[in-house]
């Protein structure tokens, strides 16, 4: 069974500090994925990656920036965290081939930006 | 681009009764369609995908492509049918990503 892993299940940060939410994957998947889920607005993504130290932004990427170091491990970095950056953010990982069916999704890390 | 509409933020039904959640999409290709469920306190999960046709706790979803639509249907709704469903799309047109609708809460009352 894949897992995926998101280190924090809450996080409390204040603004301007710069913030690391981790996610690790165990099935040696190729594709890794960041969205962020808000009440009334869904799940949008933020980043995703395809491999190792390749990045692609997705549908909101403004204030936010990821790192792919190994297959594994997909970090999103907050540079200088703000108020509207509160929310809970979900890591996925997805084998290729795959297509949709094989997203798996973390617990989620719910940050909260005070 | 391709975009999901759920119109419905909540739905609130009486035990027994059927349920149909509304999905309308938008997308140029051939979409894959795709229905999530999040219990509370649970991770997101898929429940079903329209490629199958398959049944899931008593879940179906037909693609109506004339229509453009996904609705999510069963018969007689559940107390454990509660929780947040979210409709999704993957577009191989539009870079491989799943793009999700903004979800409709379902609460199902005795």
């Known amino acids: 069974d894949v897992k995926v892993t998101q280190s924090s299940r809450y996080l409390v940060k204040r603004t301007g500090e710069k913030v690391f939410l981790e996610c690790v994957q165990d099935?040696?998947?190729?594709?890794m994925f960041w969205y962020r889920q808000d009440p009334g607005l869904g799940l949008r993504l933020i980043y995703f990656s395809y491999d190792v130290k390749m990045k692609e932004k997705g549908d909101i990427p403004e204030g936010y920036s990821v790192s792919r170091e190994k297959k594994e491990r997909f970090s999103l970095i907050l540079e200088s965290a703000s108020t509207n950056q509160t929310s809970m953010y979900l890591c996925a990982s997805r084998s290729t081939p795959g297509g949709a069916k094989g997203y798996t999704f973390g617990s989620g890390t719910r940050l909260t930006v005070v | 681009a391709q975009r999901v509409t759920q119109p419905e933020k909540l739905l609130s039904v009486f035990k027994g009764a059927p349920v149909e959640l509304k999905c309308n999409y938008s997308y140029s290709g051939s979409p894959e369609l795709f229905w999530y469920v999040q219990y509370s306190r649970q991770r997101l999960q898929l429940l079903l995908r329209?490629?199958s046709r398959e049944s899931i706790k008593g879940f179906t979803a037909d693609l109506n492509k004339g229509e453009t639509s996904f609705h999510l249907k069963k018969p007689f709704a559940q107390e454990e049918d509660s929780a947040m469903y979210y409709c999704?799309?993957?577009?191989?047109?539009?870079?491989?990503?799943?793009?999700f609708g903004t979800g409709t809460q379902l609460k199902v009352e005795l």
């Open positions: 329209h490629i």
């Open positions: 099935m040696d998947h190729e594709n």
């Open positions: 999704a799309l993957y577009g191989r047109g539009g870079g491989n990503k799943l793009t």
